[in-house]
């Protein structure tokens, strides 16, 4: 109910759904009166939906201290809790981040051993996935060592199960690639990175800079929530200005339109590679259960392609899989953390 296209566009986007995903089935949470009509305009969705009624919506301009507070009957509320009691298993949503994120925390909690839970999104790249994975991208502004090694783990875990990579190779965003350069938790993560490498099962692969988010060195980029969604909104800024000045160009003459014309093929090629509704869905990791949040602007491609992801998500128990993944890096870190530690003392 919370996002911007409003349900309409849930609705369509479940149709999609619908016709990829035969064995799936939507718990739709909403206003009643309102998502009745789109429902029965939508045949093929007879019988896959079950519809729970919520009174009230979270907006874009609700606080999430608000939302924590009086978020009871909301969509979102009842969204989350299908998934606490087990009645769903992964949550999609289109709606305010924050306050999702702040609910998410409330009722479903943090797995154990998980200090901070993070946002994961996927980033255009030249991998032969076509996608990297950059996690936090928002969900905290601040991460100390610790966090970046779980971080490690959760992304890890999700590019494995998401991207079928079965050792991937991860990188701690940094300024520079050398190894002195950077804060001080900064070193203490690289260390730590470096040593659980093989309990977490990916190959590390250093610092990496901003220029490196796109590229083929690396699959999972690990920073904070600050610095990751600094660099997925420039990013997204950057896409659509160059898009913009691309289509500025290739109209500006007859002559120009005409090797539009002509290039047609290959324009909707490299429209279709950075077409950001195919990576549509940041995934929460770190929590008791798998919540997926939606670009708020999500059109019904957008959308089915966040419940796609939340399929896939669903089918390989990520949950339980990045529980086990935290638990046998973190060990490692420890001992590496205790031995930089020792180090440092008696320098």
Known sequence: MGGDRGPAAVVAGLVLSAAELPDAHFILHGDQATLSPLLSRAPTLSGRVDLRHADRVVTMQDKPSQVMRNGQGTSMFSTIDAVKKGEATVAVSCGN?????????????RLPGVNRPAIACYWPSRNPSGFNVMLDVGADIKAEAEDLLQFAAMGTSYARNSLNIDRPRVGLLNVGTEEHKGRAELHAAYRQLAAAADAGEYEFVGFVEGSDIPSDRVDVIVTDGFTGNVALKTGEGTAKLVSTFLREALTSTIFAKIGALLAMKA???????????????????????????????????????????????????????IAARVASTGLAGQDAAATGAEAESSE
């Open 97 to 109: 981040t924050g306050a999702l994120m702040a609910v998410s925390m409330l009722r479903l909690r």
């Open 267 to 321: 324009l909707k090629r490299l429209q279709a590679q950075t077409d950001p509704r195919r990576a549509n869905g940041g995934v929460f990791l770190g929590l008791n259960g798998t919540v997926v949040k939606s670009h708020g602007s999500a059109d019904a491609t957008g959308i089915a392609a966040a419940v796609r992801l939340a399929h896939q998500l669903a089918r390989a128990d990520l949950t339980g899989r």
